[in-house]
């Protein structure tokens, strides 16, 4: 086993309690946990039945527990997609935010050796998100979490600029989770809209950024597309021929070719196929790929990472995944922790 210690990048949690936000802004959208007897809560949208979760989604005491019998050390926390509140007003979506973030915060500074954390941010509107931004890292949070699309608008968007130039100059990071899947209502069947349409949202999200140069304009920032980058990686020769053979659809923004991109960002390790993180490695290097289980979710790597140490890699592949990329994408040092 690899001499380094295991920090999980991309974990979810809750509030053990959640307001009505529903009734305190008068309109329906946002998400309530309903309790029962059995340490379980239903996640529900007004009357409709969202997901079932287990008491390891709030409780960090059972979550420590968990991870140790991993062998892992550190969680990065963020909330659930689905409490983004993007279709909120702005100021109510603020204050949703700010409910979120302070209650990871306060997980953070209870278990300072345990958890690291990531803020959410009222992205329809950027002055609110900047406010928030500025003020969940004057107060240690190392990064944000953002949905793969704002209400449908791209990340390559204009709108979005002055959050990659404040996160650069705030030292922090940014993962993109994909969430409100392309053509959801017409794949609901067979779960596609977690199967399919989770890793298009993330490969829509991590094209429009290259397409649109971002990653040229803020060179500082630091991105990490979750679930080992969705379908981008595999695609890139479909990418790159596209720019190549049509430049006047593709390259009207940028002239680059989007394999050059591949080590200006991280993704996480969520594969489920020793095969894929192979070739992930080949294209892109174990120093851009970070430790992620999605934990607690049963679509997750719940063994957080043990197929990557049955894979027979070199042991500075796994410590990069484990431990060092992580840091790097954190922008921490070992020493910090």
């Known amino acids: 086993m690899a001499n380094c210690i295991k920090i999980d990048t991309h974990t979810h949690i809750l509030p053990k309690h959640v307001p ?22 239903d996640m529900k949208m007004g009357e409709k039945f969202f997901r079932r979760i287990e008491a390891n989604s709030w409780n960090p005491e ?11 050390q550190y969680q990065v926390i963020c909330t659930v997609p689905v409490m983004f509140a993007y279709f909120s007003k702005p100021k109510h979506g603020l204050e949703v935010a700010k409910f979120l973030n302070d209650d990871i915060l306060n997980t953070v500074d209870k278990f300072p050796k345990n958890y690291i954390g990531l803020g959410t941010l009222p992205l329809q509107d950027i002055e609110h998100s900047l406010e928030e931004l ?10 944000i979490q953002i949905g793969s699309n704002i209400n ?23 993962m993109i989770h994909p969430w409100n899947m392309m053509g959801f209502d017409s794949i609901r069947k067979y779960w596609l809209p977690w199967l399919v349409g989770m890793p298009a949202e993330t490969a829509r999200a991590a094209a429009s950024m290259i397409f649109s140069g971002v990653f ?25 021929h596209g720019h190549r053979c049509r430049p006047d659809l593709v390259a009207l923004d940028n002239p680059n070719s989007p394999r050059d991109y591949f080590g200006k960002f991280w993704v996480d390790s969520i594969t ?17 790929i970070v430790l992620g289980s999605d934990y607690p979710f049963p679509l997750g790597d719940l063994k957080i990472g043990r197929y990557i140490e049955q894979m027979g890699l070199p042991t500075t592949d796994v410590e990069n995944i484990f431990q060092n990329a992580p840091l790097e994408w954190l922008g921490m040092e070992l020493k910090e922790l």
């Open 272 to 288: 489920h196929d020793p095969d894929l993180l192979h070739y992930i490695i080949r294209q892109i290097g174990s120093k851009r």
């Open 62 to 72: 059972i979550r420590k527990e968990e991870y140790a019998e991993n062998h892992t």
């Open 20 to 41: 009505d936000f529903a009734k305190k802004f008068g309109y329906e959208g946002f998400v309530m946990l309903h309790h029962h007897d059995d340490d379980t809560a």
């Open 134 to 143: 500025h003020r969940i890292a004057s107060l240690g949070m190392h990064g």
């Open 152 to 174: 449908d608008e791209n990340l390559s968007e204009p709108k979005f600029n002055p959050l990659w130039e404040a996160c650069e100059k705030l030292n922090m990071a940014v």
């Open 216 to 240: 040229d304009r803020y060179p500082k920032l630091r991105v990490m597309f979750s679930h080992a980058g969705g379908s981008l990686i595999p695609t890139i020769g479909r990418l790159e």
